[in-house]
């Protein structure tokens, strides 16, 4: 199915075509390729924006996402028409992430972030140790199949949370 990226910010200079593979091979590892995905990329202001609306918290962040379905972790949606096919969206907030991963590798940190918001959309959540080692453990999964497919060295986001 398809993944849609759009760009809703300027600040930070993107490369899209990177983005799209990493992301693609990302839902191919969690087995969710059959499933449409979008993927904004967005500034400070719409991340205050959609973090004070959703979460109570007007700040900027590094990713939203919004799940089509409720799921528990690792589960797969079971669409009976088209429109179910829909996994979810994730907004990445770019220069969030630009800023705090000043002098490292953008593009790695962009598909990191991204890697954590596909997992949501799946139903994976941090609230608590057990569900942080949980969705640990998978981001660690699907990174490492990017890993070794891409000859990248990519870690799991929430990395030390707990």
Not at 19 to 37: K, P
Not at 41 to 70: I, K
Not at 83 to 103: N, P
Request: overall charge positive; hydrophobic content about 40%; charged content about 20%.
């Amino acid at each position: 199915m398809s993944l849609v990226i759009r760009n809703a910010q300027r600040s930070v200079p993107l490369r899209r075509a990177p983005l799209r593979r990493a992301v693609s091979a990302l839902r191919a590892a969690l087995g969710a390729s059959r499933f449409d995905v979008a993927l904004v990329c967005a500034g400070d202001g719409l991340m205050r924006r959609l973090n004070g609306a959703y979460r109570q918290r007007p700040e900027p962040t590094d990713v939203l996402s919004f799940p089509a379905h409720r799921l528990a972790a690792g589960e797969l949606p079971r669409p009976r028409c088209r429109h179910e096919y829909h996994l979810g969206d994730v907004f990445l907030g770019v220069e969030y992430i630009a800023r705090h991963s000043a002098g490292e590798d953008l593009q790695g940190a962009l598909t990191v972030t991204a890697a954590h918001g596909l997992c949501h959309l799946l139903g994976y959540q941090h609230n608590t140790k057990a569900e942080w080692q949980q969705m640990y453990q998978k981001e660690e999964e699907i990174l490492e199949k990017l890993n070794q497919l891409m000859g990248t060295s990519l870690r799991p986001l929430t990395a030390g949370l707990f």
